[in-house]
């Protein structure tokens, strides 16, 4: 497939990943001289999953990004719409109980409203043909007072820094790609599509139009790459006002009121009879569930869907803390880990 073929159609984005399937990570590795594994544990801490929680990695690609996200006992379900991608993501999280691959579109999510704790993605937001038709998405299927975290490459503030940068992106790369990848085009569109994303300024514009709110980011490797992260606000409640006496209490009766969020769920490792990566909930959406997402029965969570806009339970079917606990996640609002600017 050559570079100019890549006109960033949906088909011809999944075949071009299908493609470089095999040597996607080391490919990375390579070309990021590195970076990629430290720009995941920046993202890991930024959505800080806990256990028992409920994260949804979207074009989780072979699902590198998402065997971080489950490695103290959230379950993660790694969605993505390349065959090739997931197949080899399944060989290689065969052994994860808490990851479970659902090949699907991030622009037509099969899951529920409100089904999962946090959303994320990581450099597949810029590949997606709608990406705000998928920051939407998020914002369904995240539940109230959830978060959304989108790692992506991005512009660096510095003038020296982006030229170096351009350059490197337009000499280094393709070289480097020629030697490590199996599809060199597929780096040439890359390179194109890294240099058409909005900068860090824009895209925290995108989460907010797409609902999301307290909306920050933090620059990584100088700005290369940026981590945002936004909330799904609290569902409004609005209280009925009593039918008589309403001047007792005329203001505070009509007020909307935020509803309390819910208790901070026990930071735990894995049980010891760890719970898989939970099922997506059925979408009401009929036939988007992908093929994939058959292949491999998963474990379903219960037989009868909740309704779609149904809040989810606040604890239920949580793992127990064990003994065997392993460092503490940083709690979602930690210093470290918030992206720092751009609120
Ligand atoms: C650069 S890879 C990132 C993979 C992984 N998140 C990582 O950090 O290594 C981009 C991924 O986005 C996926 N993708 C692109 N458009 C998509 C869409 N509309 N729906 C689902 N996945 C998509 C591709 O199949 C590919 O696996």
Known sequence: MSK?????????????????????????????AGNAA?????TTRAVAPRAGETILDVAAGTGTSSASLARNGASVVAADF???????????????PFVRFVQADATALPF??????????SFGLRNIVDPKKALAEFYRVVRPGGRVVV????????????????????YGM????????????????????????????????????????????RNLTAGI??????????????????????????????K??????????PEAAAASNPKPAAAPKPSAKPGTQGKAAQAKPAQPKATQPKPAAAPKPASASKPKPTATQKPKPKPTDSASAVPSEGE
Not at 235 to 242: C, I, K, L, T
């Open 112 to 121: 529920d409203d409100d089904s999962f704790d946090a959303v994320t993605v």
């Open 4 to 32: 100019a073929d890549l006109s960033k159609q949906p088909a011809q984005v999944a075949a071009m990943f299908d493609q470089v399937s095999t040597r996607y990570d080391r490919t990375n590795a390579v070309l990021s």
């Open 38 to 42: 430290l720009w995941r544990v920046a």
């Open 174 to 217: 393709p070289v480097l790609a020629r030697v490590a990848s199996s599809n060199p085009a597929a780096y040439e569109y890359l390179m194109e599509s890294i240099q058409a994303w909005p900068d860090q300024q824009a895209l925290a514009g995108w989460l907010r139009e797409a609902g999301f709110e307290r909306v920050a980011y």
């Open 256 to 265: 909307p009121r935020t509803a309390p969020k819910p208790k901070p769920k």
């Open 82 to 96: 390349s065959e090739g991608m997931i197949e080899v993501g399944r060989r290689r999280q065969a052994d994860n």
């Open 225 to 254: 790459v940026a981590l945002h992260r936004g909330f799904k606000p609290e569902r409004a409640v609005v209280e009925e006002a009593p039918k008589a006496a309403p001047a007792a209490k005329p203001k505070a009766a009509s």
């Open 151 to 170: 790692c992506e490459f991005s512009q660096p503030p510095l003038a020296p820094i982006r030229a170096g940068y351009a350059a490197y992106l337009k």
